[in-house]
């Protein structure tokens, strides 16, 4: 059984700057991939950032680099999102995600293991 349980989402105002956190438990993996993805109403389902857990290897979408910075715990198998300069249209629910295997991917498809999702509303 894997767990994935997201944390850190709020009310914010443009402009400000949030940190996530998304805690792995239960059956471990050899290797494998973590994923930041948002999902607004109305809207797919789309990928913030990707890091390999072993390599370290990272991945962000167009228009989440540069704002957003992917990380890892990996002494408490945690993953992070910060984000910084937020806008209105960060609105969204974010979810983490985990994908075992020695990949990288933007596709929500290719993941297989979902947190809960945590709630981040920007306000203007």
């Known amino acids: 059984q894997v767990q994935l349980v997201e944390s850190g989402g709020g009310l914010v105002q443009a402009g400000d700057s949030l940190r996530l956190s998304c805690a792995l438990s239960?059956?471990?993996?050899?290797?494998?991939?973590m994923g930041w993805f948002r999902q607004a109403p109305g809207k797919e389902r789309e990928l913030v950032a990707t890091?390999?857990?072993?390599?370290?290897?990272?991945y962000y979408a167009d228009g989440a680099q540069g704002r957003f910075t992917i990380s890892r715990d990996m002494a408490t198998n945690t993953v992070y999102l910060q984000a910084s300069s937020l806008k209105p249209e960060d609105t969204a629910v974010y979810y983490c995600?985990?994908?075992?295997?020695?990949?990288?991917?933007?596709?929500?498809?290719?993941?297989?293991?979902w947190g809960q999702g945590t709630q981040v509303t920007v306000s203007s």
């Open positions: 995600a985990a994908r075992p295997g020695d990949g990288i991917s933007y596709m929500a498809n290719d993941y297989n293991y």
């Open positions: 239960g059956r471990t993996f050899t290797t494998y991939a």
């Open positions: 890091i390999h857990w072993n390599y370290g290897r990272k």
